[in-house]
Every structure is written in structure tokens, then in C-alpha cells.
């Protein structure tokens, strides 16, 4: 390797290094700051805990109510995981595998709407849901709106997955017998679990983490509160106590970070390897 490359090599090992480490340092300094103690965080707000105090993340469970929002945020996740997924996977492969009339206007809407902001859409949201009367609806008004917002992109993505398939593994299907459904169900789906799982991904970011809606959708009620807006609220009763904010912040952040740790392979998993031999 000459010096210039070489050079060049280094240069882009430091500039990755220095982003990793601004991404990191945020994590690891809420880490730090819910295994102190109140005086301890005031007192030196960069020191590593001389002794972890892990009655912090008890304390925080306890009080903050976080195991009642975390499960009303487990079942709005769930719910609308699950519904993008089915709804997403079945439109994405009518537009790209059946005669479907318009089928690349309707994909161009789609991303579209990826475009539009989602504050846009809040005030019209709103009114609709109010006169419809679905905020008496637990987790209802919150999941609507999530697909909403899930689907177009989820949609765009499946669509471009499912027409890289080659065709000569679907017409080998047909050939052999097999019906439209039976493909779909036998060799298509299975085929995409990489692609749904890495939407899955993306998309329980998204609804673990809202909190606009989710706080407009629960203002009049405290049935359904999701875990972004009773961090909030455990902010606004315990101003001055960063290191409780910061052991409730940490437990919200295992579930995204267990789920990628169970679908990373995904990410690097050939979606249609061995499906067509060369």
C-alpha cells in the first residue's frame, strides 16, 4: 500500500472513530449517571460512580410507574408491528408481482407521503379521531395513527424487495403447479423475513420512541399511556433527580437494543441466497 493510500486509510479510521465515540458518549453518560447517587451526579457530573447503585433502577420502576407504561407501549408496539407487517407485506407483493391496475402511480404516492412531514398531519389526525370519537378507545387512537405513518415506507421497501426475486423462481413454482396463494405463502413470505424484520427494526424505533402524538392521544386519560409519555411525566415530578430520569431512560432503551441484537443477522443475511442456483 503507498503512503497516500495508507494516509487516506487513517484518516477515515479517525473520522469513524471520533463519530463512534459521539454517538456513544451520550449512552455511556446516562449509564454512568443512573448508577450514582443524587450528590455524586452533582458534585462531579462527568466522574465514573465510585459505587454503582443499582437500587436507582428500582427505585425508578417503583415510582415512575415505568412497568404500567411499558406494557401499554409492549401492546401498542405489538399491535401495530404486527398489523404494518401482514398489511405491508400483502400490498407490497400485489404491486410488484400481480397486475395491479396503476400499481407504479400507487408506489409513487407512497413515497410521497414519506415526504411529508408527520407534524402535518397531527391537527387533521385529531379532528377526525375526536369526531369519530376513538380517543374513548384504549391503544386504538395511538395504532391508527402509527400505521398511517408506518405503512407508505414499509410498503416502498417491501415492494423493491419483492421485485429483486428472480422470476425464474416463481415461474419454476408455476410450472411445478403450484397456485398464486401457495407461492405467496410457500417460498415468497419465507424469503422475506430478512426484509420485514429489518422494517421491524426501523419501525419499533419509531413507535417505542413517539411521543407527540402519543401525548395528544393521551391527554384526557390515563388508561393506554405508552413509556415516551411517562418518562415525561416522571420529568416533570422529579426535576432535580437526574439519576432516577436516567436509570428510567436505560430501561427503556434495553428493548430496542435487545431487539436488534435478535434481528442483526437479518441485516446481513443474503434475503434470496440459494433460491435460484446460476
Same mark, same amino acid.
Given at each position: 500500500?503507498?503512503i497516500k493510500? @495508507?494516509?487516506?486509510a487513517?484518516l477515515i479510521?479517525?473520522?469513524?472513530?471520533?463519530?463512534?465515540?459521539?454517538?456513544?458518549?451520550?449512552?455511556?453518560?446516562t449509564?454512568?449517571?443512573?448508577?450514582?447517587t443524587?450528590?455524586?451526579?452533582?458534585s462531579?457530573l @462527568?466522574?465514573?460512580p465510585s459505587?454503582f447503585h443499582?437500587e436507582?433502577?428500582?427505585?425508578?420502576f417503583q415510582?415512575?410507574?415505568?412497568?404500567?407504561y411499558m406494557?401499554?407501549s409492549?401492546?401498542i /408496539?405489538?399491535l401495530?408491528?404486527?398489523?404494518?407487517?401482514?398489511?405491508?407485506t400483502?400490498a407490497?407483493?400485489?404491486l410488484?408481482r400481480?397486475?395491479?391496475?396503476f400499481?407504479?402511480a400507487?408506489?409513487?404516492?407512497l413515497?410521497?407521503?414519506q415526504?411529508?412531514p408527520?407534524?402535518?398531519m397531527?391537527?387533521?389526525?385529531?379532528?377526525m379521531?375526536?369526531k369519530?370519537?376513538?380517543?374513548k378507545?384504549i391503544?386504538?387512537?395511538?395504532?391508527?395513527?402509527y400505521l398511517? @405513518?408506518?405503512?407508505?415506507?414499509?410498503i416502498?421497501?417491501?415492494?423493491?424487495?419483492?421485485?429483486?426475486?428472480?422470476?425464474?423462481?416463481?415461474?419454476?413454482?408455476r410450472?411445478?403447479?403450484s397456485s398464486e396463494?401457495?407461492?405467496?405463502?410457500?417460498?415468497?413470505?419465507?424469503?422475506?423475513?430478512?426484509?420485514? /424484520?429489518?422494517?421491524?427494526?426501523?419501525?419499533?424505533?419509531?413507535? @417505542?420512541?413517539?411521543l407527540?402524538?402519543a401525548?395528544?392521544?393521551?391527554?384526557t386519560t390515563?388508561r393506554?399511556v405508552?413509556?415516551?409519555?411517562g418518562?415525561?411525566?416522571? +420529568?416533570g +415530578?422529579?426535576?432535580?433527580?437526574?439519576?432516577?430520569?436516567s436509570?428510567?431512560?436505560c430501561?427503556?432503551?434495553?428493548p430496542l437494543?435487545?431487539l436488534?441484537?435478535?434481528l +442483526?443477522?437479518y441485516?446481513? +443475511?443474503?434475503l434470496?441466497?440459494?433460491?435460484?442456483?446460476?
Amino acid at each position: 500500500m503507498s503512503i497516500k493510500r @495508507w494516509d487516506s486509510a487513517l484518516l477515515i479510521r479517525i473520522i469513524l472513530f471520533m463519530l463512534a465515540a459521539l454517538t456513544l458518549y451520550p449512552v455511556l453518560f446516562t449509564v454512568f449517571t443512573s448508577l450514582k447517587t443524587s450528590d455524586e451526579f452533582y458534585s462531579n457530573l @462527568w466522574s465514573i460512580p465510585s459505587q454503582f447503585h443499582y437500587e436507582n433502577y428500582v427505585e425508578a420502576f417503583q415510582t415512575a410507574r415505568l412497568g404500567d407504561y411499558m406494557g401499554n407501549s409492549i401492546m401498542i /408496539a405489538v399491535l401495530s408491528l404486527f398489523t404494518c407487517s401482514v398489511l405491508a407485506t400483502f400490498a407490497a407483493y400485489s404491486l410488484a408481482r400481480l397486475r395491479v391496475p396503476f400499481a407504479g402511480a400507487i408506489v409513487g404516492v407512497l413515497f410521497l407521503l414519506q415526504i411529508l412531514p408527520g407534524e402535518s398531519m397531527i391537527i387533521p389526525l385529531y379532528m377526525m379521531m375526536t369526531k369519530l370519537a376513538i380517543f374513548k378507545v384504549i391503544y386504538l387512537p395511538i395504532v391508527i395513527a402509527y400505521l398511517g @405513518w408506518m405503512l407508505p415506507g414499509t410498503i416502498v421497501i417491501l415492494w423493491n424487495f419483492f421485485r429483486s426475486i428472480p422470476d425464474e423462481l416463481l415461474e419454476a413454482a408455476r410450472i411445478d403447479g403450484s397456485s398464486e396463494m401457495n407461492t405467496m405463502f410457500r417460498i415468497v413470505f419465507p424469503l422475506a423475513g430478512g426484509a420485514v /424484520a429489518t422494517c421491524t427494526v426501523f419501525n419499533f424505533g419509531f413507535v @417505542w420512541g413517539e411521543l407527540m402524538w402519543a401525548q395528544i392521544a393521551t391527554l384526557t386519560t390515563e388508561r393506554g399511556v405508552p413509556i415516551s409519555v411517562g418518562l415525561i411525566n416522571f +420529568q416533570g +415530578q422529579y426535576t432535580t433527580n437526574w439519576t432516577l430520569m436516567s436509570a428510567g431512560m436505560c430501561m427503556v432503551l434495553l428493548p430496542l437494543i435487545l431487539l436488534f441484537i435478535i434481528l +442483526q443477522k437479518y441485516f446481513v +443475511q443474503g434475503l434470496t441466497s440459494g433460491g435460484v442456483k446460476g
